[in-house]
């Protein structure tokens, strides 16, 4: 990473640290707590960084390499879509499965099914 408004590099690390993994998607956030956040989904995981302190602060694993996450607007649930027909809904903080009770979602699979 590297600052637009100073030289140099301010950062760098890399997302996994498996030698074939493939880093699909990037999305930068705020936080809650309003620190600046990156979720890095891989081949092997999803992760996520804190882009002030320069942190891993979150680390989660899934049965299946990750193509990639939302996050809820309101930063409590995570959405993780990957080499699986059927995506997860997670709590972000700990990365578990969500009943998503009263909250819907459509996902649509690269072979044309839709899944509500």
Not at 15 to 21: F, G
Not at 101 to 107: E, K, M, P, Q, Y
């Amino acid at each position: 990473m590297q600052h637009l408004d100073r030289p140099g590099v301010s950062f760098c690390s890399r997302t996994t640290y498996d030698d074939n993994a493939i880093t699909n998607a990037v999305e930068i956030y705020d936080s809650p707590s309003g620190a600046v956040h990156f979720t890095a989904s891989n081949n092997d995981c999803g992760v996520r960084l804190d882009m002030e302190k320069y942190q891993l602060s979150k680390h989660f694993r899934f049965p299946w390499p990750v193509n990639h996450t939302s996050l809820s607007p309101d930063g409590k649930l995570l959405t993780i879509v990957g080499d699986n027909p059927a995506g997860m809904l997670v709590n972000s903080s700990t990365g578990k499965w969500h009943p998503c009770l009263g909250i819907g979602i459509s996902l649509l699979h690269q072979r044309g099914i839709l899944m509500g």
